[in-house]
Structures are given as C-alpha cells and as structure tokens.
C-alpha cells in the first residue's frame, strides 16, 4: 500500500468522532447521499444515475449482454493484504434482478477480492459481504455489476460501506446429516455400504428403516479413525446383507438419520437416459427442443451466423493462423463456456461410443437401454441407436475441424474454436455477439480425431456406410499428418475466450489412435505402431493411478484392444487384458482401503480440477476388468464410486443435478444460470459436477474455502469454475459407470437376472457368407411361455435369411421370437433355429446371450 494511502488512514481514524475511537476507518465516500450529491460514485453511460430521496437511482436498460455491460461503482479504495473487510448497503429494484457484487482491482485482469451475487428486490433489506484481501491495492474498486438482464430497470442504493477490522470469513459448509449413504440407492444384490462422522471411538448401532419407519435391519458400525480426505473421524457401515427392493429406506445411527434412498434392480435406470440427455442440451448449432429437453431448457440454435452471433459455419482463424475459413458449426459445447475444443470432444465422444460397442462385446450388458427410441435426441425413430445419434453430433464437428487439402499442415485439426474473449454469466448462445476464432492445429487435436474418427467408421457401418467411410478417410488423414507433424502443441498461454488445453506430450495421444485404427482396419501398420509405442505394457503410464483424461487417453486404447474382436495374437492380448485387470486391482484396492469407498487415491491427496471424472474414469478401468473377469470386487468398486458421487462423500453432496436429496444444481454455466437469473432454469437432471478441487483455482474457492481439507474442497456456487462446472468429458465417464452399473441390474450381476436356459451357438462360413445354428434349451423346472432370445453381433454380420424363428436385426442387435408352433418351452426342452448372413470378415461368436431378459449359459 502506498504512503499516501496508509496516512490518509490514520488521518481519518484521527478525524473520527468521540465514541468511535474503536470503530474501523469507513472506506466509502458518500454512502448514504446524505448531502444530495452523486460525487465520486461513477456510471457506466447507458446507466445514469441521480440522487432520490437520499438513495442513487440509476436506470438500467435491458437486453445487455453480460454483467459488466452496465455498472455503478466507485474507486480509489484502499485495502491491506491480510486485513477483513465488511461491505455492507441497502438496495432495492423496480423488477427481481440478481446483481454481482465487486471489491476488484481497477484495471485488468480485474482481479476480486470479493464477488457475490445479490438478489434485488423491491423491499430494502440489508445485505452484507465480509472477506480477506489477499494483496495491498492503493486504487481499488468497488463495482456493482447491474448488467445483463432482459428486462429495464430501476435500481436504487443507499447505506453503502466498507470498513476493515471485521472477523475474518469462515465457510462453514451445510454437510446435513453425519450418516452418508449413496442418495440414490443400491442394487438388491450389491453392496450397501456408508460412512458415520463423528468423535466417537467405540462402534456404534445402526439400524435400517424402510419408509414406513420399521426397522428392517441392525448392525455396527466398524471404526476408521480420521479420514485422510478430510479430516473428518469416521466409522464405516455395511448392510449388504438386506436385499429386499423398496423406496424410502433410512439408516439411523443415535439420534441422526440418513438421506432416503432406494434398494432396486433399476435404480440406476434414470441416470443412465439423464446423464446422456445432457448431451443434448449442449449441441451447438441446432435449436433446442422443449417437448424432447424440457420446457425450461429450450432455447434458438446458438452460433449460425445469426445476428448478433457472428457463428460457427464459415469460422476464420486467428490472425496469422490461416487464411480460409472452415464450417464448424454443431457439436457440443464444451462445459460452462460456449467453446469447442478438439481435445475435450474427442475423449467424450470416445466413452459414449464405448458405452455402446460394450453392449456389443460384454456379456449380459443391455443394448436396447441405448438403441433407437430409448434417449432424448430429435433422430429417434431413425433406426440406429440414439446414443449414435448422439455422438454424430459431435463426431461431424470433429471432422469439420480437419484442416482442408492443398493447406498448410493440411490433415491436421484445429485445436479449439471458441470466443475472441471471455463472456460474462448469463450468456445465452444465440445471444453471444463476440467473434468466434479458430486456433492453430495441434498434433494432439489431430490424434483424436484420428482415434475417434476410426471408431466411428466401426460402429456407424451397418447404419450408415458412407458416412463411416468418411469417418475411415479423415482417422487415416489425420493420422498420415499427426505422423508427419509429430510435435505441434497447443499454446499453455492461449486462454483467452476460452480455455488452454495444452498438452505437450502426445505419446499417449499416439498409442490411442493407433489402437483404434488396428482394431477397425486390422492393418498391421497400426499394430506396430501399437507394440513398438513406450507406453505398451506399462500399466501405470497407460493407467495413471489418479486416472486418465484428455490428457491422458492411452487408456481408451488400452480398454478397446482388451475387449473389441481385433487381430492381436493371443499373447498380445493377454498383455493388454494384464495392464487393465493390475491396473483396476489398484483401483479396487483404493477403494477397499477408503473410509468413503471411492477408487480414487491421488498422490498426497491431490485432488485435481474435475476429480469426480477421475473417480469415474478409474471406475471405467474397473467396469472393464470386471467384463473381462466376472470379478465382484471389480463390480462392488465401481458401484462404490457410485456410491461416492451420488451422497456417500464428506460433504454429504450428490455431485449430480437431480439425484438425490442434495444435489449440486448451480454447476458454472452460461446458459443454466438461475443461481443468477430466477427466468433460467438450473442445470438440466444429470449433469455431474466437477467435484473437489484442491487448488483452488479460482476466487470464489479461494475467498471460501482456503484451508479446506482436500474431499471438502468443493462449492456449489455458479461462479466456482475450478470445483463446480460441468463439462462434456466428465459426464461421459458418469453415463458410461451408469449404464454398466444398470446393466449389473437387469442382466444378470448383481441384479440377479440370470435367466435357466443355455443356447449352443455354431456358425459356419461358405464362400458368399455364413449359416449359423442355433439351438436354445430351458434348463429351468417351469414351462417359458413365449420365449424371446436376443444378442448382439461383435462385428458386421448381416442375417439375410432365416428358418423356424422370427428374427429381427437392427444394427448389431438381434432379436429371435417363436413361429407360431414353438412358443412354449418345457423344462428341459430346447428349440431349434437358424439363419444365413454375410460377413466381410471373421464371423464373430455373438454377445450377450438372453432369454426373456436374462442371461444365457452359452456353448459356441
């Protein structure tokens, strides 16, 4: 702080009244208007502002854009690292408005000190901010931001001041009762596990009450001593035991009772449709429907060139950059911000297309939850699965990043496409009048669309073949220019309008795209490229112990080579299959050894920025191994990692939107801001929050939750961008654990939906194609009475006739219902079918075997 500054301090506690010796220096000039002047308070020009009757009215207009398009302030006001500070002032608004309240630098980047968001009514009430200045700031500015709202308005001040000497701030967050159980439920089958906060050492009685209050099972708790996470002294419960479906149970401990929650094979039923929904509500480039998203979440199609967008479709580069312009209109935005970015998509849309090939390759997981008909997308009723619809959205956005032919670096993908600068919350997308830009290419945007592209050629060809050629031609040109381009990386300081996604090393980038080009061409090129890589057979680089990201994506390689028909040899297979199952014997030891369950153990308590999709993809590895295995302890951890997101976590917090009794619902975002704005809705159900992050990186954690213990480093606050945002790359990981978790419900996991029958399966391949035979046997003690058998095709199989069943393709599904004379199985009987195909290649063993719902026993 400068001299001036600190005399005029000591001069105005000299100047203070008698009575007032104690009180703390006002720092505010002419806060009550008492005088009839304006001086110094300052407005922006479309918001002029007088004195009535002793308050400052200022007339706001509507239809800006962002916060900070209109403001009232004042500056020039002094403050000392270390010190507290209370703002306080009265305020009152001709229409409800929220308004954003700054103690900020006065100049760019504008750092705060403080930021809060106040909602104005016509009533004058009190309202009051305390906060530590964290530097010395001889000029600072106290900025109420009153832009942003649809709607014109008076906005009216008085009473305003800021004093130090206040107590410092203490968070104290609202965690509810000390008994965490997931919020949601459990599987009837499955573990049931929760933890107890409390000071006590010696083991507690729990009991179990379903929802008309009678307890329905007891127990003790076993305890655990301080949780590492968070500093909290806990005791762990478990009644696995109790299997009986229902709604409402409660567990009590002492005079403290938990969240209700469910014990059913389909809770997880909703989660999985919600957490794939959310990807809707973020398409780019297409108006929003209300009857398919909901009413509150319709909106125009954002970014169209479309005044005052300046749009997506024929996108320039930044200056320097290039000089053509691409179509880059659709895909998803990226989380709270309205960019795009290569990285990011290319990860999502990866994990979306794997939750369905494993329907394809798993047994027992369930297809038709994901086919057409079953999800919220305006292409249902196409005849493929919605969840490819889905994807597709994102896939062409992807492609139309490919820098064009007869260019420069021609083959490789921009980077990102995002705002000339940062918008301000609320911002809804058709309203964004900022330039949009393409940045420079990177070599690790180039590999992922590569591996993505090439997934895509794989899964889209019995639906649409032309466009899976396309996706094969741009994986392959994207990988002929990565190989020749091999290191060029995104700038770590390009951040502004958007975010960085620097990544400056792409070996893993490499591994993964080669991967996916072997798996879908069987070319031996990429296989080389797959053995000869660094990263082949070692478990911890390709499956990091805190879980892998956009930065991190050899994983997604590594987890489609052990589980799609490929043309590995059997011993590199068996290398691959090694580095998941030790990897998820890691993660599932993580979880055993947490007092709240989750697989998750970063080094030194690490939690990083967007730590719930860490949690989620460790709980992808475990999923995996456990498809590969049949192993309950891979299950039971992933269903603990459930478990940790939906409640059963130390602030008591389902992470996501919509499930369960405390849900985050003010996730950081642009367009589902009602935390700012009562008109907007919150984020739509399903949507994951970013979880605790140990760092925190940005001022409202800061200004809250310095010291927090790692677990306990979340808020949920809209403008908590490092803890609370949401983001297209962490709800993949929750759609995809939502839906294994689903399948181990209805399929024959811990659902206990394995149904009495064994099919024996023999195909035989001709010249011009296959005969496959197919005989199915009741091996159960009552009559099946009709039967239905279903499975899916792991590779390009199409059936052309058949004989003695009624049977159905679409896509890789396959259903097979009686003729009119063989609807009735005795026990012990068996029926007989069969069919004609074609193939273009091997004629894989079929997946998931089952009868009327539930699995087969299968001999092939």
Request: with cysteine; charged share 15%; aromatic share 8%.
């Amino acid at each position: 702080m400068g001299a001036l500054a600190v005399a005029g301090l000591l001069c105005a506690a000299l100047a203070a009244p008698a009575g007032a010796a104690d009180e703390p220096p006002e720092q505010i000039v002419n806060g009550d208007f008492s005088n009839g002047g304006t001086a110094p308070w300052w407005w922006t020009a479309n918001s002029p502002a007088s004195v009535v009757d002793g308050r400052l009215c200022a007339d706001i207009p509507g239809d800006t854009a962002n916060p900070w398009d209109a403001i009232i302030g004042q500056s020039d006001l002094p403050l000392i690292a270390g010190e507290s500070y209370t703002l306080s002032y009265t305020a009152t608004a001709s229409v409800p408005v929220t308004i954003t309240t700054n103690v900020q630098m006065a100049v760019d980047p504008y750092t705060t000190e403080l930021s809060e968001h106040d909602q104005i009514g016509d009533t004058s009430a009190p309202i009051t901010h305390t906060f530590t200045a964290r530097a010395d700031n001889d000029a600072a500015q106290l900025a109420f931001q009153v832009g942003g709202s649809s709607h014109a308005f008076t906005l009216c001040l008085d009473d305003i001041s800021l004093r130090g000497g206040a107590e410092p701030p203490v968070y104290t967050p609202d965690t509810g009762s000390p008994v965490r159980v997931d919020q949601v439920g459990y599987l009837p089958g499955g573990p049931k596990d929760g933890t107890f906060v409390t000071d006590a050492a010696e083991p507690q009685s729990w009991t179990l009450r379903n929802a008309a209050g009678t307890a329905v099972a007891t127990g003790t708790t076993e305890p655990g001593g301080t949780d590492p996470t968070s500093d909290q002294n806990v005791q762990t419960f478990d009644f696995g035991s109790y299997t009986t479906p229902g709604d409402g149970y409660t567990v009590t401990i002492g005079d403290q009772t938990s969240e209700p929650f469910s014990i059913a094979d389909d809770v997880y039923s909703a989660l999985r449709t919600d957490s794939l929904a959310y990807y809707y509500n973020q398409r780019s480039g297409i108006a929003i429907d209300g009857s398919i998203a909901g009413a509150a979440y319709a909106r125009p199609a954002g970014h169209l060139n479309v005044a005052p967008n300046t749009g997506d479709n024929d996108v320039s580069c930044q200056p320097g950059v290039c000089d053509y312009t691409l179509d880059a209109a659709g895909g998803w935005y990226d989380a709270g911000d309205q960019g795009k970015y290569v990285v990011n998509g290319g990860i999502a849309v990866s994990e979306l297309m794997n939750s369905y090939e494993r329907t394809l390759t798993a047994e027992g997981a369930n297809g038709a939850a994901l086919g057409d008909g079953r999800l919220k997308v305006p292409e249902t009723g196409n005849g493929v699965p919605d969840i490819l619809d889905e994807a597709r959205w994102e896939l062409g956005f992807l492609m139309e990043m490919q820098v064009p032919d007869g260019q420069p670096l021609a083959g490789m993908a921009h980077h990102k496409l995002h705002d000339q600068a940062w918008t301000g919350l609320p911002q809804a997308p058709d309203k964004d009048s900022q330039p949009r830009l393409l940045h420079p290419p990177s070599t690790a945007a180039t590999l992922n669309l590569a591996a993505a592209a090439a997934q895509c050629a794989r899964l889209f060809r019995p639906y649409d073949a032309a466009f899976a050629d396309r996706c094969l031609a741009a994986s392959q040109k994207a990988w002929t220019a990565a190989e020749a381009h091999p290191a060029v990386y995104a700038d770590p300081n390009d951040a502004t309008g958007g975010g960085a996604y620097s990544d400056s090393d792409v070996t893993d980038e490499f591994y993964w795209a080669a991967s996916e080009l072997f798996i879908t061409t069987g070319d031996d090129s990429y296989r080389q490229a797959v053995l000869s890589s660094p990263l082949h057979g070692d478990t911890a680089a390709v499956f990091p112990p805190d879980g892998f990201s956009w930065g991190s994506t050899a994983a997604l390689g590594a987890l489609d080579l052990a589980t799609v028909p490929n043309k590995l040899t059997a011993t590199q297979l068996a290398t691959v299959r090694s580095m998941v199952t030790d990897a998820a014997d890691g993660y599932a030891e993580d979880s055993q050894t947490a007092l709240y369950g989750l697989p998750y153990a970063p080094s030194g308590q690490h939690y990083v920025w967007g730590s719930n999709s860490q949690v989620l993809n460790n709980a992808v590895v475990l999923g995996v191994a456990g498809d590969l295995t049949g192993s309950a302890k891979y299950q039971d951890a992933v269903l603990h990692a459930l478990d940790y997101i939906l409640g059963r976590n130390p602030l008591n917090e389902s992470y996501v939107t919509g499930f369960g009794e405390r849900n985050s619902h003010n996730q950081h975002s642009r367009i589902w801001a009602h935390q700012l704005d009562a008109d907007l809705p919150n984020p739509p159900a399903g949507t994951l929050a970013g979880g605790p992050d140990s760092q925190l990186e940005d001022p409202t954690a800061q200004s809250k939750l310095t010291g927090c213990a790692p677990a306990m480093c979340y808020i949920d606050d809209i403008e908590s961008y490092s803890t609370n945002e949401s983001a297209i790359n962490w709800n993949a990981p929750l759609a995809w654990v939502a839906s294994y978790a689903d399948d181990l419900g209805g399929s024959g996991g811990h659902g206990g939906g394995k149904a009495a029958c064994q099919v024996t399966y023999t195909s035989y391949r001709w010249s011009a194609g296959f005969t496959t035979v197919v005989y199915l046997k009741n091996t159960g003690t009552t009559a099946v009475s009709p039967w239905e058998l279903r499975w899916s095709f792991a590779d390009n199989q199409q059936i052309t006739d058949r004989w003695q069943a009624e049977i159905t393709q679409s896509g890789h599904q396959v259903s097979a219902k009686p003729v009119s004379w063989n609807g009735s199985l005795a026990p012990g009987a068996s029926v007989y079918f069969g069919f004609n195909g074609t193939s273009s290649g091997q004629v894989a063993d079929p997946v998931a075997l089952s009868m009327n719902g539930g699995r087969c026993d299968t001999v092939t």
